[in-house]
């Protein structure tokens, strides 16, 4: 029986367009490439998950210290995520008079949208097992007062986007400083037996 094929997404660029429609132009970095996974609402302001295309690894027995061979040799495909926060630059038409050292606008220009990663994950996986080697906010991301809880809604949607059996992860994060083993806990992560140095679920 044929699979039928994934229904094609949309472009990190192609949804923030379907968002902000008032805005001339859409700024990222690799605007073809960055595939939509998820919006995410912070009160009125939309953050965005998108992805890389997906490419392939040459299987290692020893890719990932700590973890059985049967598992590191099927961790061939990697991608890389990005957390994405939209900028509006609106631009400004203002009239200067020299003499009094004083401004007037006199009309808004064409708004620009920017969309700033404040936040990354990369992931390998397999058909069954899947390792994510970190997912974490940069420091602006971190800005927020409820950030561990969108971090927490953006390691369930990479997880749900790798859509594998069994996760692996470690169980530090630089950027995390204090309680990192609980926010794991609250994912559902545990020590896992087999892998002393790896948390699972």
């Not at 960055?34 to 490419?55: C, H, I, K, N, Q």
């Not at 971190?142 to 169980?171: I, N, S, Y």
Request: charged share 25%.
């Amino acid at each position: 029986m044929e699979r039928e094929p994934r229904p094609q997404r949309l472009t990190l660029a192609e949804a923030a367009a379907e968002d902000y429609r008032a805005a001339s132009r859409i700024l990222v970095s690799f605007p073809d490439q960055w595939e939509l996974v998820r919006r995410m609402e912070r009160g009125d302001t939309l953050l965005y998950l998108a992805a890389m295309p997906a490419s392939q690894e040459r299987a290692r027995r020893d890719c990932f210290y700590g973890l059985l061979p049967e598992i590191n040799l099927e961790l061939t495909t990697y991608r890389l995520y990005s957390f994405f926060q939209p900028l509006p630059i609106p631009s400004v038409i203002v009239s200067w008079n020299e003499a009094t050292g004083t401004g007037r606008v006199e009309e808004m220009g064409d708004l620009k949208i920017q969309l700033r990663p404040v936040g990354q994950a990369q992931i390998w996986k397999g058909q069954t097992y899947g390792v994510i080697w970190e997912c974490y906010f940069h420091e602006m991301g971190r800005r927020a007062a409820h950030w561990q809880d969108e971090l927490h809604q953006f390691w369930r949607a990479v997880e749900e986007d790798m859509g594998v059996v069994k996760l692996f992860t470690q169980p530090h994060e630089p950027t995390f400083e204090q309680g990192y083993t609980d926010f794991l806990s609250r994912l559902g992560y545990a020590p896992d037996p087999a892998c002393p140095e790896w948390w699972s679920k």
